[in-house]
């Protein structure tokens, strides 16, 4: 029988007011690993780690975003555009779960918010990042053509427009789309995520960001080769900036590796996280 997709549920509180949805799986004795999912998505996202062979020896924490699944969802634009609301949300979970020192794993916008907590918090009591389809800067020529496609369609007023692009770009995610089951499932979670979302997070700027990447001594880049939302160059130029950093690129995958190939990935993570 297969594991629940869920865990042990918790609430996170943030400095204005919402309330986050965070969850543990695995094992509470195992290496600490932050799961922070990217735009649209949520928690669930991660269901090929929470109930893999990761968590028979890591110790997983998942929440949603703010304006993700289960978690408060304001309808303000600028709830979601200050940096500053993002890596407070982030060090409020890793608070609230009672992480001592984890590995923290960003996808797509989730790198974005780890970089902003970063630049606020420090990388001190980490044992490492692993950024994955990474943001590293909202910047138009590093970002692939499916996210510069979709950007304008998903913050659409018109409900058919936004309904339409909500499902391309959920494809774009995948070389091969996931199982019916999967893909049902994914489609209701990023359907639930407000309009002031997408509007927001382009506003998100990236002061302080390459100075954040530069210093975090464990590092670890993820990109699949054929992600059509952000380039090789997004997660090659931390390479640049941090000796230290590491890209393992995935043949075949596209913008959700951790997913499309995830017995690598977890073996992988599994291993950052260890040393």
């Not at 999912?37 to 062979?53: C, I, M």
């Not at 907590?117 to 909202?138: D, I, M």
Request: proline share 5%; charged share 20%; hydrophobic share 45%.
């Amino acid at each position: 029988m297969p594991r629940s997709l869920t865990g042990e549920r918790f609430s996170v509180a943030t400095l204005d007011g919402l309330e986050l949805a965070a969850e543990h799986h695995g094992d509470r004795a195992g290496p600490e690993i932050l799961l922070v999912h990217g735009l649209g998505q949520s928690r669930l996202s991660w269901s090929r780690q929470t109930q893999g062979v990761l968590a028979e020896t890591c110790h997983l924490v998942t929440y949603d975003l703010r304006g993700h699944g289960d978690s408060s969802k304001p309808a303000s634009v600028d709830a979601y555009a200050d940096p500053a609301l993002w890596a407070a949300d982030l060090a409020a979970v890793i608070e609230a779960a009672g992480l001592r020192r984890p590995t923290l794993v960003g996808w797509s916008l989730g790198a974005l918010v780890t970089g902003h907590y970063l630049t606020r918090y420090g990388h001190g009591h980490l044992a490492g990042v692993n950024l994955v389809g990474a943001v590293t800067q909202l910047a138009f020529e590093l970002l692939g053509p499916s996210a510069l496609a979709h950007a304008e369609p998903l913050a659409s007023p018109d409900l058919a427009t936004r309904s339409d692009a909500i499902a391309s770009f959920l494809a774009s995610c995948f070389s091969t789309l996931p199982p019916e089951g999967d893909f049902r499932r994914m489609l209701v979670f990023n359907g639930m995520v407000p309009r002031e979302v997408q509007q927001g997070v382009v506003r998100i700027g990236h002061e302080g960001l390459d100075a954040a990447w530069a210093a975090v001594p464990r590092l670890l880049a993820t990109w699949g080769d054929e992600d059509q939302h952000v380039r090789r160059e997004m997660s090659s130029r931390i390479l640049e900036m941090n000796p230290d950093a590491r890209l393992s690129v995935y043949r075949g995958a596209a913008h959700a590796p951790f997913y499309e190939c995830p017995e690598r990935f977890n073996r992988e993570l599994a291993a950052f996280a260890a040393a």
